[in-house]
């Protein structure tokens, strides 16, 4: 399972970040596709460069205490990419110079033993301004990157250096064979209580996983011979309670625990309902595609009659319309209802993420449903479906071979999709289309 990398730009206030994040995510960077209805974070960013995909993460957007002096509030924002980030990118001011804030966070940033790309902003003459980049090799965090990101110079050279210090994936995940699991949702939907109960005896270590890159505490179960990976979120760790309750917090550790899983289970409060904090959290797993299983716990605290799930799922699909693929089940981390069955269900998500379909027989339904609806055309030119190939897992990706990408509307795409899904199910996974142009003669362009 190949995880993206996640950066963390750390640095005091004024000093530039998000004007680098602007300039990485506008530039040679094509911005991750948003999910309609739900609002994004402007703390994190999935971007591509070059050959790369990274997860950036802007620290300065979390703001945990504005009464605490610039320091403390440039502490918890370290300490949070610490925890989180694979690489930390320092951020400095020239026209500033060194400060001691700087010195004190680089000093942190140094014992982590993090990999940190030091790096020197408004640079914007390298001629006027380079003899004053040489200061900040005396933080003691290696060779200064200058950059200026306002007139975007000297990014590419930042970000390589970067680049240089991701695992390509890391080895210890590769090799696993256990079902990658990560439990995620608000404070106090009781994350923690299902785990628990989920693990029961079955638990195998809890443990620091060693020579991984993160800080993570993941629990492995066998449970009817199989092997599961439940992977850490903020409910499962009450190191800091005061972070924890800081949105930001919570979002950047979802994003973390989510990335290195293959099913994602959202936990929603039954008692609250579902909220739009909910959305934004299962909008996380959505993007990054993962099998998805909606879990309404603390379903013991409500009253029931004949419409009561209905009624609920109705509230969940309207609330996260854009993944109408997720399973949703009801239950109760207290009374351990139906919680055998979330096992079956992570069992099969897990197996719909990773299912392949033969080319012959996707390219048989394919040409089946092109004679029971007639493709768009515009302008009197048809479209025409040539080919289906299905290119990846985790999701299933399929690239549809088309005459005119133009021709291809989005409700055209969902129709195959659904006649792919009557088929064969794919419960629980979202499933991506890539369309690619192909001339007459076979040869294909971009
Ligand atoms: P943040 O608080 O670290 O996110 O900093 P901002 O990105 O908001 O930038 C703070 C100020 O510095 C803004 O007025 C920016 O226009 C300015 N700034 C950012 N990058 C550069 C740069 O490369 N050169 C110059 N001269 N100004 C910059
Ligand atoms: P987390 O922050 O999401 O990990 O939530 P916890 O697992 O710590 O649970 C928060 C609170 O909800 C605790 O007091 C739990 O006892 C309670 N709780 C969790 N699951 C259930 C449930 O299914 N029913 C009821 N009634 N309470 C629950």
Known sequence: MKRKNIVAVVGRPNVGKSTLFNAVAGKNISIVEDTPGVTRDRIYQDVEWLNYNFTLVDTGGIEPDTNDTILAQMRDQAEIAIETADVIIFMCDVKQGLTDADSQVADMLRKSRKPVVLCVNKVDSFKRDSMDVYEFYNLGIGEPFPISAANKQGIGDLLEEVTKNFTASDADEEEDD??????????????????????GENRLIVSDVAGTTRDAIDTEVKYNGKKYTFIDTAGLR??????????????????????????????????????????????IAHDRGKGVIIAVNK??????????????????RTTLSFMPYAEIIFISAETGQRLVKLYDMIDAVSENHAMRVATGVLNEIMMQAVVMQQPPSDKGKMLKLYYITQAAVKPPTF????????????SYTRYIENQIRASFGFKGTPLKFIIRERNNDKTTKK
């Open 178 to 199: 256990s079902i990658r699991v990560a439990v995620i949702g608000k404070p106090n939907v009781g994350k923690s209580s299902i785990i628990n109960r989920l693990c």
């Open 238 to 283: 009450r190191k800091n309670k005061v972070k924890e309750k800081l949105e930001e917090y919570m979002i950047l550790r979802t994003v973390t625990a989510v990335e290195r899983a293959d099913v994602a289970v959202i936990v929603i409060n039954a008692d609250e309902g579902v909220t739009e904090q909910d959305a934004k959290i299962a909008g």
């Open 299 to 316: 379903w013991d605290l409500i009253e029931k009659d004949n419409k009561t799930v209905n009624e609920f799922t109705k509230d969940v």
């Open 399 to 410: 690239v549809i071979f088309v005459n005119d990408k133009k021709l291809m509307h989005f």
